[in-house]
């Protein structure tokens, strides 16, 4: 963390952090050309250069008007790039900048940010303690590469994105599931300097003693689930998710089919066997809720993983990250699009918690059974629009992010929701059951 780092130490490090998420917004937006940048995908998904402005505009708004108190650059805009004005699917249609128009003002609108950053004197305002603004646009910059991540992955035609396969298993053979202990511990932060709202603050929950697979179900586990027939049986479905799977005619995760030979996919326009040692993705909460009825046990609550992913029982005390405290490496989880996939369950020993449960941060984000809501003692900062008017029981919370999170967005506290029907997000899941008398 950021504690006894000077205001110049805090200007390098939100500038680095800064800089990393615009050479990833660059490289997901120059592997295209101008047609498909400001093509529509999906109905679910921005045209690439929407997003590509829309960080641009979030960069002005805060950092260059808000913190630097500067001229407005592109007031006229404003709208166009409200994510509250403009459903995604009515996007296209909007006068939006075109692909020039739109890499200019994002670079004048960062040079601007960066001539800010060495003025503030990171102290005096809550905005700016710590840098919490650079850390705020940062995260909103890498959460929007996530996303065009997944609108990539939509996207029909030759593969555009290339990196290294994700690792195999490095650790020997592992349980299938951990006993976490029952009592309390620390849930949230009121100390993580760059956490979001949702985050905070910091509070004392009591937990029972519960059992947690220890990695993510594979697609391997997975498919006995499918050609058991789990798609065509009522009983593991909830009312909800049944009516979905049926009015969708939902047979399989997202970008599956069956073949002659067994079950394939779509991976950012590769087709290949489903490999059977990595995480499943691309399944929605009510196929995760599903399959895990039909494994006889539960999804966990939002309690119960953060429990298992910071908890150290050798202290007592709740850690950043399963690991410890320090930063994640390539050592300790898949993380920042390093791969094009989830890794091989066992691929990161190193970043297993004290308990041992294996890559709850990274690889596929976790559906969980908790509906969004705001901890005790919420507070909106710096505006409501961020969570408080997500909460409710319209959204399920994942935690743990996944391949296509970067390191500077996602942490043991860090909290994300969605619709339970998305399945074009990089979601997985694991199950958890009870331990009565344990």
Known sequence: ????????????????????????????????????LVRQHSKLM?????????????????LVRDVGGREPLRPDIDDLYD????????????????????????????AKAFDVLERAPMEGRRLIES??????ITQHEQQHDETMLATHQL??????????????????PLPPEVLVPGGPFLMGTSVEPWALDNERPAHEVGVDAFFIDTTPVTNGEYVEFLESGGYRQRQWWSEAGWEYRSAHDITAPRFWRREAGGWWRARFGVDEPVPAEQPVVHVSFYEAEAYAAWAGKRL????????????????????????????????????????????AAGAYPAGASPLGVHQLIGDVWEWTSTDFHGYPGFAAFPYREYSEVFFGPDYKILRGGSFGTDAAAIRGTFRNWDYPIRRQIFAGFRCARDAAGV
């Open 46 to 62: 921005s045209p690439l250069v929407w997003d590509l402005a829309h960080i641009g505009s979030q960069e002005e708004l805060w």
């Open 83 to 110: 994510a509250f004005q403009h459903p995604r699917a009515d996007r296209p249609s909007l006068p939006l900048l075109g692909p020039a128009e739109a890499r200019h003002y994002v670079g004048e609108v960062r």
């Open 300 to 343: 966990p609550t939002e309690r119960e993983w953060e429990k298992a992913a910071r908890f150290d029982p050798a202290t007592g005390q709740s850690r950043r990250f399963p690991w410890g405290n320090e930063a994640p490496t390539p050592e300790h989880a898949n993380l920042g699009q390093r791969h094009l996939s989830p890794a």
């Open 155 to 172: 996207r029909q035609g030759e593969p555009v994105l290339h990196a290294p396969a994700a690792p195999g298993a490095r650790s020997g």
């Open 131 to 136: 840098a919490f603004a650079f850390g705020m």
């Open 1 to 36: 963390m950021f504690r006894g780092k000077t205001a110049d130490e805090l200007r390098e490090h939100a500038a680095q952090a800064l800089t990393g998420a615009r050479s990833r917004s660059t490289a997901l937006t120059d592997a295209v050309d101008d047609e498909d």
